[in-house]
């Protein structure tokens, strides 16, 4: 029987894989948000939520569902800007949002000319 399959990547392999390690750091980002979060939320008390999680039978289940939901939210959230900034160039000048395409100032141009 030949050994045609290949060998599952471990986690060191999956570190080394630039888009992987880049989504990895940015759910830790994500988690370390939400968690600071939910840790804000229960501190500051706002309409006596950490009373009603600590007052129910089963608190610990709505913690976690609380945690999870706001990880889900800030995890995804960071990875999606990553993944979105990565086409931005480092050298952008200063200038703001809203950079004209070149395609575009080429069609306006063309227009101009021909009436």
Same mark, same amino acid.
């Given at each position: ?10 986690r ?11 989504? !990895?750091i ?6 370390? *948000?939400? !968690?600071?979060l ?19 039978? *089963? ?17 995804s959230? *960071? ?15 200063g200038?703001?949002?809203g950079?004209?395409?070149?395609? *575009?100032?080429?069609?306006? !141009?063309?227009?101009r000319?021909?009436?």
């Open positions: 029987m030949p050994n045609n399959q290949q060998p599952k990547p471990t060191a392999a999956l570190l080394r894989i630039p888009l992987f390690r880049l989504l !990895a940015n759910l830790a980002i994500g988690a370390c *948000a939400a !968690a600071l939910v840790g804000g939320l229960l501190w500051l008390n706002p309409g006596h939520l950490r009373e009603l999680i600590l007052a129910d039978r *089963a608190g610990g289940v709505a913690l976690v569902l609380l945690l999870a939901s706001f990880l889900i939210t800030f995890g959230a *960071a990875m999606g800007s990553a993944i979105m900034a990565q086409g931005r160039k480092e050298d952008d000048s200038r703001g949002g950079h004209q395409s070149p395609l *575009a100032v080429q069609e306006l !141009a063309q227009r000319r021909t009436h």
